[in-house]
Structure formats: structure tokens, C-alpha cells
């Protein structure tokens, strides 16, 4: 059984924790760096945690190691978090605070949080995207067509994604790649 909810607030280079128990009461609060997270989670926090933070660029990082140390750990979706959101005072204790709570209260609104193999093959397949978008004027034209519509992130997520479609059938089909495929092609030339 779960006896504590350690709220984080992630940052690029330094962390703010709220570690609360089942009561609401706060065991601790500390502002650490990222490289002092594994002795704080070693020295302070228990087994049987139910950690909680916010998706921000560099959540990986961080659920990778608190899957190591406590016995659960969510992602919290960070634009449906009201309660953080649209409070007057924002502060980093207050957030990390504001996820402890929600946490115990078991009132998080998740957010997934994909396992490591599948965001190694992602991070791979977003470079590909963005290297087809920068050699080739089509994928280029269907980015910027996209990104007017759903954003630029967005975009190049669907450029990878339709990449592994095009690359699973070249490699069903044994064909080789043809950049104008489908297109009206000009005819060849009789001899």
C-alpha cells in the first residue's frame, strides 16, 4: 500500500520535491539539483511511493529513475491541471505541493508515458523525419502543410510516422524508393 506522494517539479537543471504522507502532511521539501536526485531518492524516499510530475521536455530522464526507487510513478498532463494552472501565485514548492495532494486524493489527470524502447524508435524516426524534410521538397511540402494545421512538433511526428508506412511497404513490396512515385511521370524516351 502506497504511504507517500512525492510531488516534483521538474526543471532543466534543478528539481523541487514535496514529499507528503497519506495524511497530507509534509515529510519534506527541498530544492535539489538533477544530479542529487538519486541520493534524495535513496536517502528519503520510501519503497512504497506514488510519485507524481508533470510532463515537461525532460520527463524521460526522470521517470526512468523514479521507476528504479518507488513502487509507482505518473505523468501528470499539465494543461489539464487547473488547479496549478490558474492559481494567482506560481511557485515551484506550490506545484510540487499541488501534485502531492492531487496524487493522495488519487486525482491526477494522466498522461502517457511511453516505456524507453518505444521512445528510442520515436527519437529515431523524428530525426529521420526531419532529414527527409530537409532533402526532399515533397516530405517538405506535407511538413508545412501540416504544421499550418496542428503545429510544427505535431507535423513532424506524422512525417515519421507515414516515413515507417512508406518503409514498411518498400520493404513488403521488396521495391526500391521513388521520390515522384505516383505521379504523373515523364515518358520515356523512345529510342
Not at 512504497?48 to 521517470?63: C, D, G, K, S
Not at 495532494?101 to 530525426?127: F, G, W
Request: with cysteine; glycine share 2%; charged share 20%.
Amino acid at each position: 500500500m502506497v504511504q507517500f506522494y512525492p510531488g516534483i517539479d521538474l526543471h532543466l537543471k534543478r528539481t523541487f520535491m514535496v514529499l507528503m504522507n497519506a495524511n497530507g502532511e509534509v515529510v519534506d521539501k527541498q530544492r535539489i539539483t538533477n544530479q542529487e536526485i538519486t541520493t534524495y531518492l535513496q536517502e528519503k524516499v520510501p519503497q512504497e511511493t506514488y510519485a507524481v510530475l508533470e510532463t515537461t521536455r525532460n520527463w524521460p530522464f526522470m521517470v526512468d529513475l523514479l521507476n528504479e526507487h518507488v513502487q509507482q510513478v505518473d505523468l501528470v498532463h499539465a494543461k489539464a491541471v487547473r488547479t496549478i494552472a490558474n492559481t494567482a501565485v506560481k511557485t515551484d514548492q506550490i506545484d510540487a505541493s499541488t501534485l502531492a495532494h492531487l496524487a493522495r486524493l488519487n486525482n491526477i489527470p494522466k498522461a502517457y508515458a511511453a516505456p524507453k524502447e518505444t521512445r528510442d524508435l520515436r527519437t529515431a524516426m523524428v530525426q529521420a523525419a526531419t532529414v527527409a524534410c530537409r532533402a526532399s521538397p515533397k516530405w517538405y511540402a506535407i511538413h508545412s502543410h501540416l504544421a499550418l494545421h496542428c503545429g510544427r512538433r505535431s507535423a513532424r511526428v506524422a512525417i515519421a510516422r507515414r516515413l515507417l508506412t512508406v518503409i514498411y511497404h518498400i520493404w513488403k513490396r521488396d521495391q526500391i524508393y521513388q521520390e515522384h512515385y505516383g505521379q504523373d511521370q515523364p515518358e520515356a524516351q523512345e529510342a
